[in-house]
């Protein structure tokens, strides 16, 4: 083990007790070690860190800018230990972030993306079975990723059909009602989960073939490789999420698809939209609203509807 290997296992262990969770700070920086390693130094200098952050071309501002956020927090802890660590200067990189256009999947594209899911090849056959079931549970509750990886097998109340999130983003918890069909499916998971994966001592619902949890990390890497086989991404290796839909989409489409029904059947959508972000654990109605400017056939409705009322019509 190298000395900055180990100060990086240190550096870890320290803000975790401190109550960090680090999940993206400890994927990322034992690749900036071995980046490091690689280019043959022993210490950060802030030519590496920029090196190291703005590596991949095809990312954003906000990656490059967060990237060499987390470097620059280890190399300030670095420097009390040795001091020719370089700590890079704060703003360095500029961080612009445009929120992207969502893409709303068509329900021929969803179907398609949790059968050819199930195809994914693994010696068992839990891999196609857990990572379609969790696709097709992402697009019928618009459910955060990290949300779904998150689940444990108590979280299910079968009587209720019911999900509980316990601490999702911003630490809100909240309780999801799943349709009847969608409970089956995912009971009937479990049940084939445990038949190939017997005796699991984790807690979790959605499993790996090993095991364990299923990560955030391979549910997208998993999904990637989904969207290429069926042509929704360029095919090739290339930035981990790269041009194309996203997994998040599926959280998207799944608003979207629901504000456009409420459009479309009548019904009064304003009255509506903070029922929905509490379904999905939005911060507030803002975000639902957010939609209606991102998504072009909102807005044609939402106009629509305004004109109507405001020449005396139903709303």
Known sequence: MTGLTKALDEYLALRRALGFKLRVTAQQLPRFVAFIEREGATFIT??????????????????????LAMVRRFAAWRSAEDPRTEVPPARLLPRRYRRPTPYIYSMGEIRSIVSTAASLPSAT????????????????????????????????????????????????????PVHATTMDTLERYAERRDAIVPGVKVSAFFVSERGRRVSAWSAEDDFITVSRMIGLRPPGVGHRYGRGPRL???????????????????????LEIPKLATYLGHKGPAEVYW???????????????SRRAGAGGAP
């Open 46 to 67: 802030t030519g590496l860190a920029l090196g190291w952050a703005q590596a991949d071309p095809d990312a954003s501002s906000v990656t490059h800018s967060d990237r």
């Open 125 to 176: 056959g839990l891999r196609g079975l857990t990572f379609s079931t969790l696709f097709g549970l992402l697009a019928v509750t618009g459910m955060r990723v990290g949300e779904t990886v998150a689940l444990d097998r108590d979280d299910l109340e079968s009587q209720t059909a019911t999900l509980k999130i316990r601490e999702g983003k911003l630490g809100k918890s909240r309780f999801v």
């Open 248 to 270: 998040h989409d599926l959280r998207h489409r799944f608003a979207v698809s629901t504000l456009v029904r409420w459009y479309r059947s009548g019904v009064d959508v304003d």
């Open 291 to 305: 939609y209606l400017q991102a998504v072009p056939e909102l807005l044609e409705l939402a106009t629509e509807r």
